[in-house]
């Protein structure tokens, strides 16, 4: 079945460094791709989305490209701040829309 | 507008026991969908209502069960708990009547289960 996997975290940053959380995923067809962002106690957040090969999803400062070849959909930020630190799951939607499949997760602590 | 409602916040229960957790989507909303989020596996698909009608499963047993009522409320109740039932349990609600599409769903805050 369809299926992400994300890099182990946490990621431990300082304040303004660059951020690359990785994210691939098997899939059958070409499903759409989402980064979902959860803050400390609260639910899950759309971040950005890419729909297509070669699209590429933004929000906030945060960007991912749709690769097909690779398979991947990594998230990338330039400079990142400490309020950025929460969990973060890349997912993608299976054929038909059934459902979302999620990754495990990534946490990102952010210190000043 | 108000958001996606979950209750209650925490719960500890004992193995063995069985619990209900409730949904209230955004208004107007009539697809509730129900995950499952644990450390290791991340979150699992457990089942999509929409007008009352069961939509979508995932791979979880019948112990796992949900309902949706006539206001679009949703419910899951989970029976004869098991230790590794201990997770936060989220409820999405998704906007429209088609499939919950990542953009157009909306998630709740959760309730969090702990079983000793």
């Known amino acids: 079945g369809d299926s992400v996997t994300q890099m182990e975290g946490p990621v431990t940053l300082s304040e303004e460094a660059f951020l690359t959380i990785n994210c691939t995923y098997t899939?059958?067809?070409?499903?759409?791709l989402f980064w979902y962002v959860q803050y400390p106690g609260e639910g899950l957040q759309l971040l950005l989305k890419?729909?297509?090969?070669?699209d590429k999803g933004s929000n906030k400062g945060f960007e991912a490209t749709y690769r097909k070849e690779t398979t991947s959909f990594h998230l990338e930020k330039g400079s990142v701040q400490v309020s950025d630190s929460a969990v973060y799951f890349c997912?993608?939607?299976?054929?038909?829309?059934?459902?979302?499949?999620f990754g495990t997760g990534t946490r990102l602590l952010v210190s000043p | 507008k108000a958001g996606v409602t979950q209750t209650p916040r925490y719960l500890i229960k004992t193995r063995g026991q069985q619990v209900t957790l409730s949904c209230s989507p955004i208004?107007?909303?009539?697809?509730v969908s129900w995950y499952q989020q644990t450390p290791g596996q991340g979150l699992q698909f457990l089942f999509e209502?929409?007008?009352?009608?069961?939509?979508n499963k995932g791979n979880f047993p019948g112990r796992f069960s949900g309902r949706q009522f006539s206001n679009s409320r949703s419910e899951m109740n989970v029976s004869t708990l098991e230790l590794g039932d201990s997770a936060l349990y989220l409820c999405?609600?998704?906007?429209?009547?088609?499939?919950?599409?990542?953009?157009?769903?909306?998630f709740g805050s959760g309730t969090q289960l702990s079983v000793l």
């Open positions: 209502y929409f007008s009352e009608t069961q939509r």
């Open positions: 899939a059958t067809g070409y499903p759409s």
């Open positions: 890419a729909t297509k090969a070669d």
């Open positions: 999405a609600s998704n906007q429209g009547q088609g499939r919950p599409t990542g953009e157009k769903l909306f």
């Open positions: 208004s107007g909303h009539r697809s």
């Open positions: 997912a993608l939607s299976d054929v038909g829309f059934q459902k979302l499949v």
